[in-house]
């Protein structure tokens, strides 16, 4: 089982990026995929998720607005798209998957970090 996450680097304040992360080893179309961050200094937050039947959510408190997280079954990809970032989006981001009858996620990709600059 293999979660690559990529798209990642750095982008002014203001910028756009988006994030794939492609799903080797399970059935892709049978997963809840989500997002997730870890800043420098702080626990590993929620950032987005979408279900094995294409419905998603993002943190309000975050994301809302300006991350949209959609998926390509047919390439076994998930994807966050970020648009308006700050600085304060800064971190490492990691995607994982999860049983579709299940709330956690038990695989976790190796993440891609954002920076994100002033």
């Known amino acids: 089982v293999q979660l690559q996450a990529s798209g990642g680097g750095l982008v002014q304040a203001g910028g756009s990026l988006k994030l794939s992360c492609v799903v080797s080893?399970?059935?892709?179309?049978?997963?809840?995929m989500g997002w997730f961050r870890q800043a420098p200094g702080k626990e590993r937050d929620f950032v987005a998720r979408?279900?094995?039947?294409?419905?998603?959510?993002v943190n309000a408190d975050s994301a809302k607005g300006r991350f949209t997280v959609s998926r390509d079954n047919a390439k076994n990809t998930v994807f966050l798209q970020m648009n308006s970032l700050n600085v304060e989006d800064t971190a490492v981001y990691y995607c994982?998957?999860?049983?579709?009858?299940?709330?956690?996620?038990?695989?976790w990709g190796q993440g891609t970090l954002v920076t994100v600059s002033s």
């Open positions: 994982a998957a999860g049983p579709a009858l299940s709330g956690s996620y038990s695989n």
């Open positions: 080893g399970l059935t892709f179309s049978n997963l809840n």
């Open positions: 979408i279900t094995w039947s294409g419905i998603s959510t």
